[in-house]
């Protein structure tokens, strides 16, 4: 699993680097990933690291690209990590026929269904694969991997938001307990088991259907598990008023923020904020993005 260095840029004083290799995870496919370092990471300073889980159709090179993350990053010197949305060139009869199903739609979930198991674990490859690649390269990359948080957008949101709370609770395999410090979301799919997004998805990759995604995949009721006194958060999620999926049924950020209030999360603990005239693109994530920046400062700088 040795890293290939695609490409190199420098950017505010620090390097973004898009690197490729062979991964296990995804069986056996060729994974890419953009990498930004801050100026102030050596072999003798870590630092700590902001995963960011893009959304439908995107890639590893949208939010490096069109984020507006890297500027700030640079100030509070965070390393930030853009892995791809899904596995690329598996093959699998029917993975490119939607835009929202397959090919630039992993969903953050490690797939059931016999024909996506093999290829589409997009959670194993966020949650353990990058981490280890990256820790164990030779190129001896300066990330102190104890101190992680993640962010995305849309689908990426809801892989965010879910990826952290499932650490939180101990759920599943693929992640250590409370591996993220923090969390933070732009109009994430908040309740894909009961939206046309997530019962899609669910459908396609799990043979548990829509019912398998809400015990594992769902933010709403992951978070519904929680206890607040138990399980301290960290949790920060923007959505614009005219997001055309917030009126589509696709997001629900209402259900989400109901379900943290009836456990015990205060706005301190679970901020949700609805940007008037803002929609689900990414000049509304440019605007925020130092916002959710600073706000994993505060914990990974900790």
């Known amino acids: 699993m040795a890293l290939e260095r695609v490409s190199m840029n420098r950017v505010y004083d620090g390097v973004l680097t898009k690197y490729r290799f062979k991964s296990a995870a995804l069986g056996g496919l060729m994974a890419q990933f953009n990498l930004f370092i801050p100026a102030n990471a050596s072999s003798t300073h ?3 690291v902001l995963i960011y889980l893009a959304g439908l159709t995107c890639t590893e090179d949208t939010g490096a690209q069109k984020g507006n993350f890297i500027g700030p990053a640079a100030k509070e010197g965070i ?8 596995p690329r060139g598996a093959g699998v009869e029917g993975e490119d026929k939607d835009w929202d199903f397959g090919v630039g739609a992993g969903f953050y ?3 059931t269904i016999p024909a996506y198991a093999t290829h589409y674990n997009m959670l194993t490859h966020v949650t353990k694969e990058l981490p280890q690649v990256i820790a164990s390269d030779e190129l001896g990359i300066p990330i102190d991997w104890t101190r992680q948080s993640i962010f995305g957008h849309s689908m990426g949101g809801h892989g965010a938001l879910t990826i952290y709370l499932a650490s939180l609770l101990g759920v599943g395999d693929n992640t250590q307990p409370k591996q993220y410090r923090s ?8 309740n894909p088991s009961i939206s046309p997004w997530g019962i899609k998805a669910f459908t396609g990759y799990l043979q548990g259907g829509a019912e398998e995604g809400k015990v594992r995949y769902d933010a709403t009721e992951l978070v519904g ?6 399980n301290p958060v960290h949790v920060l999620v923007d959505y614009g008023s005219e997001d055309q999926f917030l009126k589509g049924g696709q997001l ?3 259900n989400f923020l109901k379900k ?3 456990v015990g999360y205060d706005e301190v603990q679970v901020r949700v904020r609805k940007q008037e005239g ?8 440019s605007t925020f993005a130092a916002d959710h920046v600073h706000f994993h400062a505060n914990f990974l700088k900790a």
């Open 46 to 48: 870590k630092v700590p």
């Open 260 to 262: 943290a209030r009836e």
């Open 278 to 285: 803002y929609d689900h693109s990414y000049f509304f994530i």
């Open 109 to 111: 979930l490690n797939a």
């Open 79 to 86: 390393a930030l990590l853009f892995p791809d949305t899904s």
């Open 225 to 230: 598990r929680c206890k607040s006194k138990e």
């Open 183 to 190: 969390v933070s979301a732009f109009a994430p799919a908040s």
């Open 252 to 254: 629900l950020p209402e």
